[in-house]
């Protein structure tokens, strides 16, 4: 059994925002730091930022811009064995916010 994770699939992280009305801003990926990712995106007039921690485990939504006040929206810690499709989690988590529940 490992603990390391694979690395974030950019073109299927793309297309799942992109499926959610999402326009992606800006996309960083440190596999030298256990394959951590963020993205930058909006939806309509809203910022938000996705930030896979694969060292402690944590997939976060944030809202907001990093120069104002953000707020957390929804944070999973995944297993280190058998752990949720990332992608899937980031799709419902979008579903939520189409529906105005955030």
């Not at 297309?15 to 999402?22: N, Q, S």
């Not at 256990?34 to 997939?59: I, M, P």
């Not at 976060?60 to 104002?68: H, Q, V």
Request: proline residues 5%.
């Amino acid at each position: 059994m490992s603990n390391v994770r694979p690395q974030m699939d950019q073109q299927a992280l793309y297309r799942t925002l992109r499926e959610a009305h999402c326009t992606v801003l800006m996309f960083e990926d440190h596999p030298q730091f256990f394959g951590n990712w963020r993205a930058h995106f909006k939806r309509g007039d809203d910022s938000y930022e996705v930030v896979c921690d694969n060292r402690e485990g944590w997939l976060t939504l944030w809202k907001g811009k990093p120069s104002a006040s953000v707020e957390r929206l929804r944070e999973i810690q995944i297993p280190r064995n058998g752990e949720p499709d990332v992608l899937s989690m980031l799709h419902s988590w979008l579903q939520e916010l189409g529906k105005g529940r955030t």
